[in-house]
């Protein structure tokens, strides 16, 4: 399952006390406690409060109308072409996440959006990392094409280390990896996936912890890899089941169920 976290502030020390409270929120899964503390009444805040809201539906399957509206509110505040743009990339990324969990079939919308996005973020800005990260996600998921996928990736890669975007990174890592895991090249898709987990464990990011560790198990010999499973289910736990698809993974087998 392909998912990542948006760029945002609030996770060093030195940040605005809002966007602190604001991470603290979002990386404990959160998303509209933390959408609470943000106002409407300016393109940028309404698009990050949207941010907050499509990010909860690709971490819980829910919360899709709540994410239209404050969707909705972005896009009608946006003047120039930079807020344009990042609206475009929340709706694409939006409609991809509806497609990906199957609440409704928007896989055009999808990829309409994000290509607006593009013709309105300019190459080598901050948000076109995240605009090619996304497109990337598009292409391994919803076009089955690993190759272009892998190209998208890799630029976004590039933008998250020239602009010092350590989450979007983690989540360039974590996709790389499975891309390389899937061509067998173990050594390379460990290294990505506890590339990956480094960087979410260092910002704090629980939310996105167990999947990181999930994925790394799936490169290590046992016990290492059972000890990572559980404790992914720790958190879990903690976390009350989010992300949810990630519960569903690990939840045990029903008694007397078959098995292959």
């Known amino acids: 399952m392909a998912h990542t976290a948006m760029s945002g502030n609030g996770t060093t020390a030195d940040d605005d006390p809002l966007q602190t409270a604001v991470w603290r929120l979002r990386s404990r899964a959160c998303w ?5 503390l943000l106002t409407q009444d300016t393109a940028a805040a309404a698009l ?26 972005a896009e009608a505040l946006a003047d120039t072409d930079d807020e344009r743009g990042a609206a475009a ?14 609440v409704r079939d928007r896989a055009d919308e999808a990829r309409a959006a994000l290509g607006r996005a593009a013709a309105l973020i300019p190459p080598g800005a901050p948000a076109r990392a995240l605009l090619d990260f ?9 076009s089955r094409s690993p190759q272009s996928a892998r ?49 979410r464990e260092e910002l704090g990011y629980l939310v996105g912890t167990a999947p990181a ?45 078959a098995t292959a």
Do not use: K
């Open 134 to 142: 996304r497109r990337g996600l598009l292409a391994e998921n919803l």
């Open 32 to 36: 509209a406690d933390a959408a609470a």
């Open 151 to 199: 190209a998208a990736y890799r630029r976004a890669h590039a933008g998250a280390t020239a602009h010092a975007d350590p989450l979007l990174l983690s989540g360039t890592w974590r996709h790389l990896a499975g891309l390389a895991l899937r061509e067998g090249e173990l050594a390379e898709a460990r290294h990505g996936f506890a590339e990956s987990l480094r960087i």
């Open 48 to 73: 990050q409060r949207a941010s907050l809201l499509v990010e909860r539906c690709l971490y819980t399957e829910a919360g899709w109308a709540e994410a239209e509206d404050a969707l909705r509110t």
């Open 213 to 257: 560790l999930v994925s790394l198990s799936d490169t290590e010999t046992e016990p290492e890899a059972s000890r990572l499973r559980e404790e992914a289910r720790r958190l879990l736990r903690l976390l009350g089941g989010v992300p949810t698809w990630l519960a569903r993974q690990l939840a045990p087998p029903a008694q007397g169920a």
């Open 89 to 102: 990339c929340e709706r694409g990324y939006l409609a991809y996440a509806a497609t990906l969990f199957a």
